[in-house]
């Protein structure tokens, strides 16, 4: 297919809701990066998948944040329990394998807004 | 935590103008990229520079980096009222993963 996709492309929820946010790879990219941005806090990273595995989760900022990635592709990032300073844009990329000089493209992202 | 820092935050230039943007990192890096990003949304990958190469090339885009000053530029040459967007550098840090640690971003308008 075409580039990263992610859905929805907006989503607003109401503090303490659950919400889960989706994110379509490129076919065939092995590694996928879920960031963040706010005005706050700018451009964060938050984790990265090398196949299913979760070798980095460090800039998930608590525990309400995880994710998961099945069959090597579609990952979906759940956070629990909503916030307002979860407000943000999700964005996610991938890159063909998880070394350092690949390229990583990106999806639209999902802009959260937290009532 | 920023590695990043750009300047200057802002800039604005006329068309057919050169726009030279700088990035200054605080640790060892393995490699350097420029992103840009139109209406908050999407990032779009630019050129990506090795920490041993000092310049390189990609159309109306000239990048240099100097690993004694840790410090990159991005040169726009001949800008288009298309390029108006925001522009983040990113990092790749020495012996850790892939992960980009971006700075806080350049907001660039070129005037038609």
């Known amino acids: 297919g075409a580039g990263v996709s992610q859905s929805p492309s907006n989503k607003v929820t109401e503090k303490g809701k659950d919400v889960e946010l989706r994110c379509d790879p490129i076919?065939?990219?092995?590694?996928l990066y879920w960031y963040r941005q706010s005005l706050g806090q700018g451009l964060e990273f938050l984790i990265y998948f090398q196949g299913n595995s979760a070798p980095d989760k460090s800039g998930l900022p608590s525990d309400r944040f995880s994710a998961e990635r099945t069959g090597g592709s579609v990952s979906t990032l759940t956070i629990q329990r909503t916030q307002q300073e979860d407000s943000a844009v999700y964005l996610c990329?991938?890159?063909?394998?998880?070394?350092?000089?690949?390229?990583?493209?990106f999806g639209p992202g999902t802009r959260l807004t937290v009532t | 935590s920023q590695q990043g820092e750009e300047d200057p935050q802002a800039l604005s230039i006329q068309e057919g103008e050169n726009a030279t943007m700088n990035c200054s990192y605080k640790t060892s890096i393995n490699n350097l990229q420029w992103y840009r990003q139109n209406s908050g949304r999407g990032l779009v990958h630019l050129i990506l520079?090795?920490?041993?190469?000092r310049e390189k090339h990609s159309g109306r885009l000239r990048v240099t980096l100097d690993t004694s000053k840790k410090s990159s530029s991005l040169l726009i040459t001949a800008s288009r009222a298309a390029d108006t967007a925001s522009y983040f550098c990113?990092?790749?840090?020495?012996?850790?993963?892939?992960?980009?640690?971006f700075g806080k971003g350049i907001t660039l308008s070129v005037r038609p």
């Open positions: 990113a990092t790749v840090l020495t012996g850790a993963n892939s992960k980009l640690t």
């Open positions: 990329a991938s890159s063909l394998a998880s070394g350092q000089i690949y390229e990583q493209y």
């Open positions: 520079i090795r920490s041993n190469e």
């Open positions: 076919s065939g990219h092995t590694a």
